[in-house]
C-alpha cells in the first residue's frame, strides 16, 4: 500500500514560497504528531507493514526537525530540542511492533508540548511586533 502524504506536507508543497522557517517548522510538527496517528491506527488494524513504513517516515521528520537546529546560534532552547529530538529517535528506533505503540504515544506528547511552544512563540512575536 502507498502510503499518502501527510496534511502538512501538502501544505508545504502548494505554499513552499510564501512559507517562512517559523511556519514550516510548526507544520513539520504537525505531520509528526499526524504520524503518530497514522501508525497507531496501522498498528491497531494489525497492519505491521504500514506501521514499520510510517514508523520510517516519522523518524524522517523527526530527524528533519533536528537537522533544523543551530545549536551554537540557538543556545540552551537548541540544545534542549536537539537532546529531544534525540530522545524521541531513540525511543522509537528501539521500539518494536510490541511496544511502538507505547512509543509513539510517548513521542505525541513530547511532540505535543514542542509544538504548543512553538505555537506559542509564534504568537508572542506577532503581538510584539504589532
Known sequence: MSLPQTKAAQYIQLHAE????????????????ERVEHTKLALHNSN????????IKFLGIVEGLQGYLDVERGGDIAVN????????IKLIQQSTIENLAAGM?????????????????????QKVAV
Open 48 to 55: 505491521i507493514d504500514d506501521a514499520q513504513s510510517l514508523k
Open 105 to 125: 504515544d510517548e513521542a505525541r506528547v513530547l511532540l505535543s508540548e514542542v509544538k504548543s511552544g512553538w505555537d506559542e512563540m509564534n504568537i508572542q512575536q
Open 81 to 88: 530540542l536537539f537532546a529531544l529530538y534525540s530522545y524521541i
Open 18 to 33: 510564501s512559507l517562512t522557517s517559523h511556519q514550516i517548522i510548526s507544520l513539520l510538527l504537525d505531520g509528526a504528531l
